[in-house]
């Protein structure tokens, strides 16, 4: 597994948590990473992206209430989760791809993903 998510859990609606999308075995420095989720019954769904330089991208339904980041030192990509909803519950995944890529709302551009992270949002 190429990725380690982390930080997923249960919260109240209208808390926030922090996702964490670690490395293994290899450097994030140079590719694209994303976030995606996907709730039981439902299709994949895009939440974010943040390229090698660190431009950022988002679904409109996440944009100002979630925050991508990442720290090459740390070989890790974040998710900041602010203001979750009920309907933000789903298991979240982290993926990478290759910095040719620009279709950052598309699974098929990401060649390799984590196990995801499991979010809980209690009304």
């Known amino acids: 597994v190429p990725f380690v998510e982390s930080g997923g859990g249960l919260v109240q609606a209208g808390g926030s948590l922090r996702l964490s999308c670690a490395a293994s075995?290899?450097?994030?420095?140079?590719?694209?990473m994303g976030w995606f989720r996907q709730a039981p019954g439902k299709e994949r769904e895009f939440v974010a992206a943040?390229?090698?330089?660190?431009?950022?991208y988002y679904s409109d339904s996440m944009k100002g209430r979630f925050t991508i980041s990442r720290d090459n030192y740390k070989n890790t990509v974040y998710l900041q989760m602010n203001s979750l909803k009920p309907e933000d519950a789903a298991i979240y995944f982290c993926a990478a791809a290759p910095q040719w890529a620009r279709r950052w709302q598309a699974s098929d551009q990401y060649d390799y993903w984590g196990q995801g992270t499991q979010v809980t949002v209690s009304s």
């Open positions: 943040i390229t090698w330089l660190g431009y950022s």
């Open positions: 075995g290899r450097t994030l420095s140079n590719a694209n």
